[in-house]
């Protein structure tokens, strides 16, 4: 399938006057309470830490235009994403090498002033804009606009900024994995401010290590342990290094230490005054999100669709996400709401926060329509499934065509060249896929007759 382009459109630049303390940041058609809108206007007010605030919006920017694997320039910048959730301020990117997520949450604490609507919209971070952040200094409060209200807009010269910027499949289906594979990280370890500092300005520039807790301090190995947290790819986490100077603490999340030993995703959370920034880390620095798999389970399901519209019309922006409350609303059951939830962070409408163990609700400028075509597993389970290629032959076993599968107490397997080399680290390949559609579609239609 052909890259998606993504056409932003700004009614002006995003720029920053020092002088007048001011930072207008412009931003592109996106949605809100009242639907789709050319330029949102969603913040007017005080940035109280804005040399803080300036770095992490540095931080976001420079992962963006990333490529950890290979430094020659992308040549493509593309703009990172804004939601007003109403008590904070989200930027969000990903790499362009698909293999680093970046967020920065300006919370209620950092901010002073009023909250005009709730949405999500690119915002313009152009060169001039980037020179002028870096050189901003403690100093006085500065203040913030993130979009301009009407009457500042009509009274433009009307300069139009436009970028056309192609957005890779496995760029957008980073943005779906990452907050799967997040919801299952836990955290495991939390170090104060200048331990944080020592630790970090510490960190190798290559190599996949493991970050073992040791007392108050984490301590690198090659092998991992109990409590450890997989660090691939240490140089990864450069845009950390400019906010140390005001950081108060540092958390890692991640899952626990799988029987092989193999890499694993991982975040690891900058805290800062009234903000966070975060940077979640695929497991192998030239292996991207996209192909990670997590979502699959989820998404293979034949009401998962029906689930997600349903779950989508209660969603109005809130920074947290209640799957019980959701549950309760939707009449449907906890695990449907997580698969309806899943399904709406494939489509862009929902992110994770590791610091709250909770989704959120945004919604990503592409097309929510491309969910099927952009996972070829599913789409290639889907269609075994329609023609007929899934045969129960005894109780948890199945032919899928030629391969053989298995449901175990441990998870299913499959006789097939995916599963030999990946073993399940990387989702389900599409034979387990097509039998779990079929078992499940079998499942439903016993419960109807009890």
């Known amino acids: 399938m052909a890259d998606a382009v993504v056409a932003y459109s700004y009614a002006r630049s995003s720029g920053l006057d020092l002088a007048a303390g001011q930072l207008g940041l412009s931003t592109s058609g996106g949605m809100t309470r009242q639907g789709l809108v050319a330029h949102p206007h969603f913040f007017s007010g005080l940035l109280t830490r804005p040399a803080c605030a300036a770095s992490g919006l540095l931080g976001v920017a420079d992962v963006a235009r990333a490529r950890y694997y290979d430094a020659r320039p992308t040549g493509i910048v593309r703009d990172p994403v804004v939601t007003c959730n109403g008590d904070r301020l989200r930027f969000e990117s990903f790499s362009a090498c698909g293999g680093v997520y970046a967020r920065l949450d300006v919370l209620q604490e950092a901010l002073d002033g009023d909250v005009v609507e709730l949405g999500t919209t690119n915002v313009d971070v152009n060169n001039p804009l980037r020179q002028a952040l870096a050189r901003v200094g403690g100093g006085d409060p500065l203040h913030l606009a993130v979009g301009a209200d009407e009457l500042v807009a009509t009274t433009l010269d009307g300069a139009v900024v436009e970028k056309k910027v192609p957005l890779p499949e496995r760029w957008v289906r980073g943005f779906a994995e990452v907050q799967v594979i997040a919801s299952g990280f836990d955290l495991r370890a939390e170090l104060t401010g200048p331990e944080a500092v020592r630790f970090l300005r510490g960190l190798p520039k290559r190599g996949v290590f493991w970050a073992v807790p040791a007392g108050r ?20 986490l450069a845009t950390l290094l400019p906010l140390l100077r005001f950081a108060t603490g540092l958390k890692a999340y991640g899952p626990a230490v799988p029987s092989n030993g193999l890499p694993v995703a991982s975040a690891w959370e900058l805290e800062l005054p009234g903000m966070r920034y ?3 880390l695929s497991p192998e620095p030239k292996r991207g999100f996209s192909g990670e798999g997590a979502v699959l389970d989820d998404l293979s399901t034949d009401h998962a669709a029906a689930d997600a519209d349903l779950v989508g019309v209660l969603l109005a ?8 409350l959701l549950a309760e609303e939707s009449g449907l059951s906890r695990d449907r709401v997580r698969a309806a939830l899943t399904q709406l962070g494939t489509a862009g409408r929902v992110g994770y926060d590791v610091a709250e163990a909770a989704h959120f609700h945004r919604e990503l400028p592409y097309d929510a329509g491309r969910v099927l075509a952009m996972n070829p597993r599913l789409k ?3 269609e075994l499934v329609a023609r007929g290629a899934v045969r129960f032959t005894g109780p948890g076993v199945a032919e899928v065509g030629e391969r053989r599968v298995r449901f175990t107490a441990d998870g299913p397997t499959c006789s097939c060249p995916w599963w030999a080399d990946y073993r399940g680290t990387r989702g389900p390949c599409k034979h387990v896929l097509a039998a779990q559609r079929v078992r499940n579609e079998a499942l439903d239609v016993t419960e109807v007759a009890v």
């Open 217 to 236: 301090m984490l301590r690198l190995s090659a092998r991992p342990a109990a409590g450890a947290v997989c660090l691939p790819g240490p140089d990864r």
């Open 278 to 280: 975060v940077l979640t």
């Open 317 to 324: 922006f809130e920074p947290r996400l209640d799957a019980d």
């Open 380 to 382: 290639a389970a889907v």
